[in-house]
């Protein structure tokens, strides 16, 4: 099944779509939930060629992805119709040149909680994200937790 229109293939042709998305967990999902959800999507994942992020923290995911259009396509559509997740929003959509995780099926990671973060002075670019009806203001966190996932990712390697 094909959900890509004609304009969408020309807009991506031989070029990535990269979508991040926001939406609330349903009140029943346990961590255990979302650990067996994990282990399918990084299963879907490799076999789709699709790479990303999923932050999850008080019930809110924010999820980045990239692949090819038709897959990312099929993916956030089965994500709109999966009883996990509520009010599905994406918030960029677009054709991109080269991937932002190109070695992470599906990295997973528990940002801090907005306490912790106003303790030690930083912004809270969760919040940003799931918050801000502003663009630039969403682009520039979804660019810092891509920067933040692959350092984290580095200094757990060491």
Do not use: C
């Not at 299963?43 to 259009?69: D, K, V």
């Not at 997740?85 to 909680?113: A, C, K, N, S, T």
């Amino acid at each position: 099944m094909s959900l890509t229109n004609h304009a969408d293939s020309a807009r991506y042709a031989g070029r990535l779509k990269y979508l991040v998305y926001t939406s609330i967990a349903s009140p029943d999902l346990t961590e255990e939930g979302v650990q067996s959800m994990l282990a399918t999507a990084r299963e879907h994942n490799a076999s789709a060629e699709i790479t990303g992020l999923l932050l999850f923290r008080s019930g809110t995911f924010i999820q980045f992805i990239e692949g090819s259009a038709e897959e990312i396509d099929q993916l956030i559509f089965r994500i709109r119709r999966d009883d996990r997740h509520q009010d599905v929003r994406v918030i960029i959509e677009e054709p991109v040149d080269h991937r932002r995780f190109p070695d992470w099926r599906m990295g997973y990671r528990v940002p801090l909680e907005p306490n912790s973060l106003r303790q030690a002075n930083v912004r809270d670019s969760f919040r940003d994200i799931t918050s801000d009806s502003r663009r630039a203001v969403v682009e520039r966190a979804a660019r810092e937790f891509s920067l933040w996932f692959k350092v984290t990712e580095a200094s757990a390697s060491h």
